[in-house]
């Protein structure tokens, strides 16, 4: 029978003046990743908060992402015994 592995991600934003933080949290199992992101609105921009957190996040998620295929890399690297890249 075949296993279902579920991930877990949390992604919790703080607000301070016109600054936005996303602190991605990523659960899978045995290890755990984080990633941030931030986003900083102009003065002269509205203030539209679903904006910075969209971005606050993508930016926190491109880390995330990064961590998880170097993560992958060094694993491969551990068996093959010789350097790895993975491509994006």
Not at 6 to 11: A, H, I, P
Not at 17 to 39: F, K, P, Q, S, Y
Not at 66 to 75: C, K, N, T, W
């Amino acid at each position: 029978m075949h296993s279902h592995p579920v991930w877990r991600l949390e992604v919790v934003f703080t607000e301070d003046d016109r600054t936005t933080r996303a602190d991605v949290m990523l659960d899978i199992g045995e290890h755990h990743h984080h990633g941030w992101g931030r986003a900083k609105r102009d003065p002269d921009d509205l203030d539209m908060p679903v904006v910075g957190q969209e971005i606050a996040a993508a930016r926190a998620l491109i880390r995330l992402a990064h961590q998880l295929l170097g993560a992958a890399e060094s694993e491969i690297e551990e068996i093959e015994r010789q350097a790895v890249h993975i491509h994006e």
